[in-house]
């Protein structure tokens, strides 16, 4: 691993057309390895809108088996321009069989490894469990020429214990590609306080790990086709945290954003001499956390 990783993040408004959605990614990704990114991180299912605020049959239409002709598109733009590079998609693995699945390709362009959203929600708006099965690769960094990547995605976000077993499992970086907004009949206050806690939990597992973070949300707003609820805000602020929850970077909450963010992997080793978290947990004291509920 380099000691400067210059990690990079894309937010970005999406619209309809999936096309245009990616062409806009591909020349970010362009302009971004031009200015010296390694790495290139993308939001949640960013070649499309989000279409989980309402259940239709007919989306399953939109997902793509992994390989296809998309994610050769993106293994190209990796090869071409010697970066890595993190992408979100709807996979169709079988006939009825469907996943929220991250894909990250190596700088020569080959497919480094694959993870499944583990964590799945059900919430208005977010109507994740009709068409994503849970993920069943477990919480395994992928190793890139650039180091071992910690991607969870989204949802993944809320729970410590994904954090924490990717870096059990040896990952460098934490990475969550995300799509999270504002419920538009929430007060102002609310919201906020949302946004708030979305950005404090995920800090807290760069401090509990020791590790850097790097989160990118989508931005804009995005209409609910079904009409039930009124469409979700999404509110950016993508950000990279150092190993003590420091924030390197965010982006606006209203405005697209593609940046360079240096991380410096040298102090990310000495945060973790300096805070041996690892050394001193109780191992012989948490079997209770594979239970659902302690009374």
Not at 164 to 176: C, N, T, V
Not at 223 to 246: H, L, M, R, Y
């Amino acid at each position: 691993m380099p000691q400067i990783i210059k990690a990079a993040i894309i937010q970005q408004h999406n619209g309809p057309s999936s096309a245009d959605n990616r062409a806009r990614i591909a020349a970010k990704i362009a302009a971004l390895a031009k200015e010296g990114a390694s790495l290139i991180v993308n939001q949640e299912l960013h070649d499309g809108l989000y279409f989980c605020q309402r259940e239709d049959v007919d989306t399953f239409a939109e997902a793509i088996a992994i390989p296809s002709d998309v994610t050769d598109t993106y293994a190209a733009l990796a090869r071409q321009h010697s970066v890595v590079i993190v992408c979100s998609f709807f996979e169709r693995r079988a006939p009825g069989l469907y996943h929220n699945t991250a894909v990250v390709f190596d700088s020569d362009g080959s497919i480094a490894g694959k993870y499944r959203k583990m964590h799945i929600p059900d919430d208005p708006a977010y109507y994740e469990k009709f068409y994503f099965t849970p993920g069943d690769l477990g919480f395994t960094p992928i190793a890139t020429s650039i180091g071992k990547l910690g991607v969870l995605v989204c949802y993944d976000q809320w729970f410590p214990e994904a954090a924490r077993l990717m870096a059990l499992a040896g990952a460098e970086i934490l990475i969550y590609p995300t799509a999270i907004g504002y419920e538009t009949s929430d007060t102002t206050a609310e919201q906020e306080r949302q946004r708030q806690a979305w950005i404090t939990v995920q800090r807290g597992h760069a401090v509990a790990n020791a590790l850097p973070v790097i989160t990118v949300n989508r931005v804009g707003f995005e209409p609910d086709p079904s009409g039930v609820t009124g469409g979700i805000q999404f509110w950016g602020s993508s950000f990279v945290a150092g190993p003590q929850g420091e924030i390197l970077y965010q982006a606006p909450v209203d405005a697209e954003a593609s940046q360079i963010v240096d991380i410096d992997m040298e102090r990310c080793e000495a945060v973790r001499r300096w805070w041996p978290f690892l050394r001193d947990r109780r191992i012989d004291a948490y079997h209770d956390l594979t239970r659902r509920f302690r009374l």
